[in-house]
């Protein structure tokens, strides 16, 4: 049962042109969001988040957008460059229910080609 | 400022075997969180020890276990290995003043290959 879905395992992009990335969960406990963007050879680096009590978060050229009533979330990489070539993770947890606190769920991940 | 260090880096074992592996977390950070990621998955939650004492627990058997150390190092020990716990074992560390689980930062991983 996956709670952290991304339907998209690959996506290519031309540079300079913008990346969404689509993310989709089905718990609705879930009240806090990340995604994670990962280097072969490396571990995921934290790249940006959103609270549910928000629609939109910005950190210079990455915005994500959380659609609560749909259980979706995206990623827009606006332009996209070629190191952002990597595998993005879509993550998320409950600070509500005291059993789930920072048990992290991630989804499978979607790899991002950018092409220059 | 070291981040967060994971040894060895690669390690091959034999079935039914036992292994440790290690963490030392980012400087200031006090909380460590141990995933398993199987080749074409995202992470799985294993655990995560705070204040030595397992603090929250995944759908993982209790052949998993771990230890956090008072300088907040942490070890992952897994008994009777299986086939199917071949993958690569990140551990994440964070802290709960600043938030917990939210940007936590992970370690290059252990590459297990169980044989």
């Known amino acids: 049962d996956q709670q952290v879905k991304q339907n998209s395992p690959s996506l290519s992009v031309q540079e300079g042109r913008i990346s969404i990335l689509n993310c989709d969960y089905t718990n609705s406990m879930f009240d806090y969001f990340l995604w994670y963007k990962k280097y072969p050879a490396e571990g995921p680096t934290f790249l940006i988040s959103?609270?549910?009590?928000?629609d939109k978060n910005e950190d210079g050229r990455f915005t994500v957008f959380l659609n609560k009533s749909a259980k979706h979330l995206s990623l827009h990489i606006v332009p996209s460059q070629p190191g952002d070539s990597a595998v993005y993770f879509c993550a998320a947890y409950s600070s509500l229910v005291e059993t789930s606190y920072d048990k992290v769920i991630f989804g499978p991940g979607t790899s991002l080609s950018v092409i220059p | 400022d070291a981040g967060v260090t994971q040894s060895p880096t690669h390690l091959i074992k034999t079935r039914g075997q036992q292994v440790t592996l290690r963490c030392s977390p980012k400087?200031?950070?006090?909380?460590v969180s141990w995933y398993q990621q199987a080749l074409g998955q995202g992470p799985q939650f294993i655990f995560q020890y705070y204040e030595e004492e397992e603090r929250q627990r995944g759908n993982f058997p209790d052949r998993f276990s771990g230890h956090q150390f008072p300088n907040y190092s942490s070890e992952l020990n897994v008994n009777a290995l299986l086939l199917g716990d071949s993958a690569l074992y990140l551990c994440?560390?964070?802290?709960?003043?600043?938030?917990?689980?939210?940007?936590?930062?992970f370690g290059q991983g252990t590459r297990l290959t169980v044989v």
């Open positions: 400087s200031g950070h006090d909380t």
């Open positions: 959103i609270s549910s009590i928000k």
């Open positions: 994440a560390s964070s802290s709960i003043l600043t938030g917990g689980a939210a940007e936590a930062f």
